[in-house]
């Protein structure tokens, strides 16, 4: 009996395999800190205002990284990169789980079932 896998465990095999998310962190990272310091300056500003602090001052700038790293990969720039592996071979083949055929045109890499490219949550700890 196969084991399941959650998003999470599919995340982990394929950072380990591909490093993903550590490509995109280096490919923006300009993005990302500028982002962040925006999302504490806005906080910051508003909590000088009189504002109350009613939400981390991280949420704004990560829930923009989290559309960045969407498009990351929908825009397929990991595709284009030339890391070993990249594009997939079942990118280029067009497999997909969403579908009922299970092949179509090629696709961005690492978005199958959409599934990972979703679940992707940007935090501070």
């Known amino acids: 009996m196969a084991a399941t896998q959650t998003t999470s465990d599919v995340a982990e095999i394929l950072e380990h395999k591909y490093h993903i998310m550590q490509i995109f962190f280096e490919q923006h990272r300009k993005d990302i800190t500028g982002l962040m310091a ?12 009189g504002a109350p602090l009613s939400v981390s001052p991280h949420n704004e700038g990560a829930s923009k990284i989290e559309t960045m790293f969407k498009k990351f990969l929908s825009n397929k720039e990991m595709d284009a990169l030339g890391y070993p592996g990249v594009p ?4 280029l083949m067009g497999i ?3 579908f009922k055929g299970k092949r179509g045109s ?17 935090w501070i700890d």
């Open 88 to 91: 997939t071979e079942a990118a």
């Open 38 to 49: 925006d999302s504490m300056t806005g906080a910051l500003e508003n909590m000088l205002s």
């Open 96 to 98: 997909s789980h969403r």
């Open 106 to 122: 090629p696709r961005p890499s690492f978005v199958d079932t959409g599934q990972y490219e979703a679940s992707m949550k940007a």
